[in-house]
């Protein structure tokens, strides 16, 4: 999870899951998801993934990616939390789908940033 959430990829997952599997954990795909700004899907049939890859195909080409300078500077390897919020004059409220946060990564480590 932590080489996720340290990443500059956002990851949509999509859990197909048979009735008698003993390893099944939808929830680590949505905390998975949701930590890099993505979305899961866990489709009732096989036959409905297909329209889960159409939506992310078309999220996908319809993405912004928006800066972020924060306040607190310090490089000290901690997540920061972030919170976006987006708003219309004509629309009002709209939904952002942003990761959780980032890791505030030391000189020279990889760094990762809201997308």
């Known amino acids: 999870m932590a080489d996720a959430?340290?990443?500059?990829?956002?990851?949509?997952?999509?859990?197909?899951?048979?009735k008698y599997e003993d390893e099944t954990n939808p929830a680590f795909l949505k905390q998975l998801a949701d930590m890099t700004g993505g979305e899961a899907f866990r489709p009732a049939k096989p036959s409905q993934a297909a329209a889960n890859c159409r939506r992310i195909a078309q999220t996908i080409r319809n993405v912004y990616t928006i800066g972020y300078a924060p306040s607190n500077r310090e490089l000290d390897g901690k997540f920061r939390a972030i919170q976006v919020k987006v708003s219309s004059p004509k629309r009002g409220k709209l939904l952002a789908q942003a990761r959780a946060g980032y890791m505030a990564q030391p000189s020279g480590a990889s760094a990762s940033v809201a997308k």
């Open 5 to 18: 959430t340290n990443s500059d990829v956002v990851i949509y997952t999509i859990g197909l899951f048979g």
